[in-house]
């Protein structure tokens, strides 16, 4: 089974603070996502990856970073957190572009 | 524009009974279609996955099914238990592109004693 791991399930960050999120799997896969959730608007693709050190913008790219330095892990920085990014906040791996394995989420509140 | 739409947006229904979730989508070129659970809280599990020539597939009380024609699935659940309560998200996957999953908003279920 594909095993995708969230650093965190639960974070509380002030205003202004950078934050990591990390995001590591196991199954040597060459995709990786970040998303967020948010009640009334599903699922949005923030950014993702294709390749180490590879990233590309998802459709709500501002306000955030990500760094791949390694294959298996995908990390999502925000460099200053403010009270719009509380969110729940989903990474994604997968073999192919068509597919997504999702860990197990991490409720971010910025305070 | 690809989009998703999933109805009902939420649905409530006694343990036991069965129900039907339902997605359309204007996904073009279509790659495949899945269903996902997400229980409050966590990420989403893929149910099922349908390709343009599978028009029905279980998984144990679940059953999805794909009309590529009219570009609409459904999900059917039978003899609802209490676990079912979650949210259900329809994504679509495209046969070419770079982002090439796009997502509904998800029917949320609640199954009552």
């Known amino acids: 089974d594909v095993k995708v791991t969230q650093s965190s399930r639960y974070l509380v960050k002030r205003t202004g603070e950078k934050v990591f999120l990390e995001c590591v799997q196991d199954?040597?896969?060459?995709?990786m996502f970040w998303y967020r959730q948010d009640p009334g608007l599903g699922l949005r693709l923030i950014y993702f990856?294709?390749?180490?050190?590879?990233?590309e913008k998802g459709d709500i790219p501002e306000g955030y970073s990500v760094s791949r330095e390694k294959k298996e892990r995908f990390s999502l920085i925000l460099e200053s957190a403010s009270t719009n990014q509380t969110s729940m906040y989903l990474c994604?791996?997968?073999?192919?572009?068509?597919?997504?394995?999702f860990g197990q989420g991490t409720r971010l509140t910025v305070v | 524009k690809n989009q998703v739409e999933q109805s009902p947006q939420s649905l409530i229904i006694l343990e036991g009974k069965n129900c039907t979730l339902q997605?359309?989508?204007?996904?073009?070129?279509?790659?495949?279609l899945r269903w996902y659970k997400q229980d409050t809280g966590r990420g989403p599990v893929s149910l099922t996955i349908?390709?343009?020539?599978?028009n029905t597939k279980s998984n144990g009380r679940y059953t999805a099914t794909l009309d590529a024609d009219t570009k609409q699935s459904s999900l059917h659940i039978t003899a609802s238990q209490l676990s079912d309560s979650a949210s259900y998200i329809c994504?679509?996957?495209?046969?070419?592109?770079?982002?090439?999953?796009?997502f509904g908003k998800g029917t949320m279920l609640l199954v009552s004693p």
């Open positions: 994604a791996s997968s073999r192919t572009r068509n597919e997504a394995f």
């Open positions: 199954m040597d896969h060459e995709n």
């Open positions: 990856s294709y390749d180490v050190k590879m990233k």
């Open positions: 997605c359309n989508y204007t996904v073009s070129p279509f790659s495949n």
């Open positions: 349908m390709t343009f020539s599978e």
């Open positions: 994504v679509v996957s495209e046969a070419s592109g770079y982002s090439t999953l796009t």
